[in-house]
C-alpha cells in the first residue's frame, strides 16, 4: 500500500512561520510529483504548491514569495515552508502525490493537517 504521512500543521500569529512535511511511504510505486492544497470553510479545495519529480514547481499567485516547497526524492518527500502567514492562510492542509503503481496513476491524498493563523 502507499500512506501519506503529513506533519508541521498549528497555530501561528499573523506574520508568523510553519514548515509542513508530507512523506510518501510503500512499495512498488513511482512518484510523479507532490504538492500541498488547502480548503478553507465554505471554500473550494486550492493548490498552494506542487512540484514534479524533475523539479519543477509552481505555486498559487496568493502564496507566491512566501512559501516554498522542496522536494527529498530518495525519501519521496515534500516540505512547504510558509512565512509571513496571514489570516486568509488559515485552512486544513493536504498532501497530495501522484503515483504510478503496477502502470497506473492515481492521486493519494493525506488525512489533512490544520493551520490556523490568528492574532
Known amino acids: 500500500q502507499v500512506q501519506l504521512v503529513e506533519s508541521g500543521g498549528g497555530s501561528v500569529q499573523p506574520g508568523g512561520s510553519l514548515r509542513l512535511s508530507c512523506a510518501a511511504s510503500?512499495?512498488?510505486?513511482?512518484?510523479?510529483?507532490m504538492g500541498w492544497y488547502r480548503q478553507a470553510p465554505g471554500k473550494q479545495r486550492e493548490l498552494v504548491a506542487a512540484?514534479?519529480?524533475?523539479?519543477?514547481?509552481n505555486y498559487s499567485d496568493s502564496v507566491k514569495g512566501r512559501i516554498t516547497i522542496s522536494s527529498d526524492n530518495a525519501k519521496n518527500a515534500i516540505d512547504l515552508q510558509m512565512n509571513n502567514l496571514k489570516l486568509e492562510d488559515t485552512a486544513v492542509y493536504y498532501c497530495n502525490a501522484r503515483i504510478t503503481r503496477f502502470g497506473l496513476s492515481s492521486d493519494y491524498w493525506g488525512q489533512g493537517t490544520q493551520v490556523t493563523v490568528s492574532s
Open positions: 512540484i514534479t519529480s524533475d523539479g519543477r514547481s
Open positions: 510503500g512499495n512498488r510505486f513511482r512518484i510523479n510529483g
